[in-house]
């Protein structure tokens, strides 16, 4: 019994480690996330500029996810984190040293280009260095961590707001990455073996080629992976659409005031906590299909009553109910993704689907708001929930065919299978 509690620490003490990381790096994301808004908000009156914020990271992430899966698989991908991590350190840093709004930019530009590499580099890193059968719970843990630095790091801004300054929001980030730099320097480097030739150097064009090659080859391999993923990926881009309306939405449509959305966020991010609680707890009682199932039709089903809303206490209701479920498809999804897209390819194909991905998002902000200027904003919102929900009825009729239960299975289950 002894023996077996002590294997079981060490085989989760690696993670314990980067989860560790990964919730002091998040907590500092969040914070950052609001202080850098108030700091342009401050230094230019303009709405436009913050807006400039938020279109900066895809656009630097669709120029540079179009190359850089090749690099990542090819690369130390722990290297690569660390030096991402410093080089987001710094830039961060700089921030409040700079007067210029354009000068911002250009390290908003750097911090964007490193977390282009960071992402990707993380997601093969995390799936090398946790064993498959414990995917699933850290996976519900991290959404946990990630949960909790979601309501802790806005509180932790306000304070500095109210005792201290912008800036010192700004450092903390800093301070955050470097820690998650010094984190990563503890872990075990899993691509030691990993070298790039002279010819591959010299052939980007012919290795960029073959990259994309190889990630159609991979697509037409595991078409069922792909579409069910892809599918995930257009309800992510929906519900990116609905957030970024919320606030006009909550105020304008519903008529909330600043105090009652602040509360209303708030109990989002309770919400997810709650269901990442449940999820870490349960995660060896509810299969990946459930989880994914569950998940998805509930949080779109919560979007669906928050955009019907007109009071207070059906807009608490929605939000509730999709920040619980939004742990349950998150850990689902991701533990799918892991377990079924090869490991060597999963920094290109991570890498070419985030082209995607952000470039819809692009496009597709744009539309919403070319709509705006057509239709009311709730006839919008009320519109994408309706297609967030049936693209969710979607997956879950996928995903429950009898013939697709090997790709949900564990890896040790599908062993048995076989």
Not at 282 to 293: D, E, T, V
Not at 304 to 317: D, G, M, N, P, R
Not at 325 to 343: K, V
């Amino acid at each position: 019994m002894v023996q077996t509690e002590k294997s079981l620490i060490g085989s989760w003490k690696l993670p314990i480690l980067l989860l560790f990381g990964i919730g002091i790096s998040g907590l500092g994301d969040y914070v950052y996330l609001i202080a850098i808004n108030l700091l342009i908000l401050k230094m230019t009156h303009s709405a436009a500029a913050v807006a400039g914020l938020w279109i900066i990271g895809p656009i630097i992430a669709i120029l540079t996810n179009f190359w850089s899966g090749g690099f990542i698989d090819r690369g130390n991908k722990r290297k690569i984190l660390i030096i991402t991590d410093f080089v987001r350190a710094i830039s961060v840093a700089i921030i409040p040293l700079l007067s210029s709004i354009w000068s911002i930019y250009l390290m908003l530009i750097i911090i964007s280009l490193a977390k282009a590499f960071f992402t990707p580099a993380s997601t093969t890193y995390i799936t090398k260095l946790i064993p498959s059968q414990q995917r699933k719970r850290f996976n519900s843990i991290n959404s946990l961590v990630r949960s909790g630095a979601f309501i802790v790091g806005p509180s932790i801004a306000g304070a500095l707001f109210l005792f201290s300054s912008v800036d010192i929001a700004i450092y903390i980030n800093a301070f955050s990455f470097a820690f998650s730099a010094c984190i990563l320097f503890l872990m075990p480097n899993l691509d030691e073996k990993l070298k790039i030739s002279d010819s591959q150097k010299t052939r980007t064009y012919k290795i960029l080629l073959n990259d994309w090659k190889d990630v159609i080859g991979a697509y037409k391999k595991q078409a069922f992976v792909f579409l069910v993923y892809s599918l995930y990926l257009g309800t992510i881009i929906f519900t990116f659409a609905m957030d970024a309306q919320e606030v006009v939405f909550t105020q304008k449509v519903i008529g909330l005031s600043e105090t009652e959305f602040s509360l209303l966020v708030s109990i989002t991010g309770i919400g997810y906590l709650l269901g990442s609680i449940f999820v870490s707890f349960m995660s060896h009682h509810l299969s990946i299909k459930q989880l994914i199932g569950i998940g998805i039709m509930l949080m779109s089903a919560g979007y669906i009553i928050y955009s019907l809303s007109h009071h207070f206490t059906t807009a608490v209701i929605g939000f509730t109910i999709l920040g619980i479920f939004n742990a349950f498809s998150s850990t689902g999804f991701t533990t799918f993704y892991q377990n079924n897209i090869p490991i060597e390819m999963m920094g290109r194909i991570s890498s070419i689907l985030g082209v995607f991905q952000n470039a819809a998002q692009v496009i597709f902000l744009l539309f919403i708001g070319f709509l705006g200027d057509i239709f009311s904003l709730r006839s919008i919102i009320v519109i994408l929930s309706i297609f967030n929900f049936f693209i969710a009825l979607i997956i879950t009729f996928l995903i429950f065919k009898p013939e697709k239960n090997l790709y949900f299975m564990e890896p040790s289950e599908k062993k048995e299978s076989l």
